[in-house]
């Protein structure tokens, strides 16, 4: 079993950045894949970026060109580089991580951005 631990979240005026942490408790080669997602109040989580363990990176359309996903693998950790933020951007970010047949998320860390 793996725990993530999501931080960097806060307020940032429109146009801001932000880098998000999701530290993993195992080594990253164990993961086949790890994801961030967000979670706007009264909407269902969506997908926002993802790397393979081979290191591919997908990005949703709504993202793409702004947010960066990395990992440091010595450091089991996973980024999201949050750049020229928007309002709609704000929510609850969530990490995971795909092992084996199972998905692990973290608590969250909010992000807010003001117009």
């Known amino acids: 079993q793996v725990q993530l631990v999501e931080s960097g979240g806060g307020l940032v005026q429109a146009g801001g950045s932000l880098r998000l942490s999701c530290a993993a408790s195992?080594?990253?080669?164990?993961?086949?894949?790890m994801g961030w997602y967000r979670q706007a109040p009264g909407k269902q989580r969506e997908f926002l970026a993802r790397?393979?363990?081979?290191?591919?990176?997908n990005y949703a359309d709504s993202v793409q060109g702004r947010f960066t996903i990395s990992r440091d693998r010595p450091a089991n950790t996973v980024y999201l580089q949050m750049n020229n933020l928007k309002p709609e951007d704000s929510g609850v970010y969530y990490c995971?991580?795909?092992?084996?047949?199972?998905?692990?998320w973290g608590q969250g860390t909010q992000v807010t951005v003001s117009s």
């Open positions: 790397i393979a363990g081979g290191g591919i990176t």
């Open positions: 995971n991580a795909v092992l084996g047949t199972e998905t692990t």
């Open positions: 195992r080594n990253l080669f164990s993961f086949k894949a």
